[in-house]
C-alpha cells in the first residue's frame, strides 16, 4: 500500500478544518457542543442553494448531514444554517471526545495573525493562531506585534490562555 497523501498535508488541513469550527463557518456549532470540545468540519453549499450540507469529525465520531429536497429544488438554506445545525444537534447529543491531530516530526508550528497571515506573538490581540509549517519556511513578521513579543500584563497567561473576554480566547484545538 502507498502513501496517498504526507502526513504534512493531512495534519494542514486537520488544523484547518479545526480553524473553520473555531472562527469560520462552523462557529455556530460551539453553542451547542460541550465546552472545550475540539471538532473539525467543512460546510457547503450548492448553486442556488439547493443542497446544504456539513462534514465534521470529533475524535471518536464522524457525522454527514446532508438537506435538500428529492426534486432539487433550492432549499435557501447554506451549509450554516441547515447542514451545520443538523449536524451540531447530532453531535452536540452524544458522548464523544476531542480532536487530537498528530503533529508529524516535519512540522514547525508558528504563530500567524488570523487576519494577516504574518507571524506574530500568542499574546496578540486574539487574532492568532498556530498553524502548521514546513521547518525554516519564511514568514513576513507582524509590524503591530512581532513574534517574541511579551505577553501584556492583562494578556495571555503563561499556559497560553487569553482572558474570556478577548476575541479567540482559548480555542481549542490549539497550542
Known sequence: MSEAVSPEAVHALDRMMIEVMNRGTGRAAKNQLPPGLVVAGKTGTSNDYRDSWFA??????LIVAWVGHDDNKPTALTGTTGGLAVWSRLMGSIPTSSFEPLLPESVDLRWIDYFSGRETSPYCNGSAV??????????????????????????????????AGDPGANEPGFP
Open 56 to 61: 465534521g469529525f470529533s475524535g471518536s465520531h
Open 130 to 163: 498556530s498553524m502548521p509549517f514546513p521547518p525554516g519556511t519564511p514568514l513576513e513578521a507582524s509590524e503591530a506585534c512581532p513574534p517574541g513579543a511579551e505577553r501584556p500584563p492583562d494578556g495571555p497567561d503563561e499556559t497560553g490562555a487569553i482572558p
